[in-house]
């Protein structure tokens, strides 16, 4: 069974923090997503990364980054929190006609 | 762009009732579609996907879709549904044209199950 770990399940952070959400797979997936989730929004597409050291911008980059530097880690770095970054954040793996497998999720608070 | 529409943000059933749940998609081509469903505190699971072939998909937990091209649909259904489906449900479509890549989600519909 595909596995997509994520770090933490919750984070509170303060505003202006540099925040690392880290996301880990088992399956050898060349791609990998990082989604945020809002109410009423669905989830949105921030990056997608397609290889080692390769990513793409998503429908709502602005504010976060990303880093993939071995295959199997993800990771999604706010570079100054803010309060607008509230969500729920998801790590998936797979896609390119295969269906992608989430991570449970992480719930971040900036306050 | 290609876009996913979930028309309904929240249904209500009885159990034992039968469901179904709409999905349009806006697309140029014959996409790849797919549901997932994510309980509380949880990730989205894969229930159903289409890729190609047989347009009635079954799925898992007894959920089948079927895709109309000419209504640029693919609704889910259910035909009795028990009290553990009550979830959020997210319609998506994978893109052709970025080598299926990217996906795209709907805003997701809300199911409770009423005993």
């Known amino acids: 069974d595909v596995k997509v770990t994520q770090s933490s399940r919750y984070l509170v952070k303060r505003t202006g923090e540099k925040v690392f959400l880290e996301c880990v797979q088992d399956?050898?997936?060349?791609?990998m997503f990082w989604y945020r989730q809002d109410p009423g929004l669905g989830l949105r597409l921030i990056y997608f990364?397609?290889?080692?050291?390769?990513?793409e911008k998503g429908d709502i980059p602005e504010g976060y980054s990303v880093s993939r530097e071995k295959k199997e880690r993800f990771s999604l770095i706010l570079e100054s929190a803010s309060t607008n970054q509230t969500s729920m954040y998801l790590c998936?793996?797979?896609?390119?006609?295969?269906?992608?497998?989430f991570g449970n999720g992480t719930r971040l608070t900036v306050t | 762009a290609q876009s996913v529409t979930q028309p309904d943000i929240h249904i209500t059933v009885s159990e034992g009732a039968s469901l179904e749940l709409r999905c349009n998609y806006s697309?140029?081509?014959?996409?790849?579609l797919f549901w997932y469903v994510q309980s509380p505190g949880q990730g989205l699971q894969l229930l159903l996907k289409?890729?190609?072939?047989?347009?009635l998909v079954q799925g898992i937990k007894g959920f089948e879709a079927e895709f109309k091209r000419s209504q640029s649909s693919f609704n889910l259904r259910k035909p009795s549904v028990h009290w553990s489906d009550a979830a959020e449900y997210f319609c998506?479509?994978?893109?052709?044209?970025?080598?299926?890549?990217?996906?795209?989600f709907g805003t997701g519909t809300k199911l409770q199950v009423i005993p």
């Open positions: 399956m050898d997936h060349e791609n």
């Open positions: 990364s397609y290889d080692v050291k390769m990513k």
């Open positions: 998936a793996s797979g896609g390119g006609g295969s269906p992608l497998h």
């Open positions: 697309y140029g081509a014959t996409p790849y």
């Open positions: 998506a479509v994978g893109s052709p044209w970025e080598g299926y890549q990217k996906v795209t």
């Open positions: 289409y890729f190609s072939g047989d347009t």
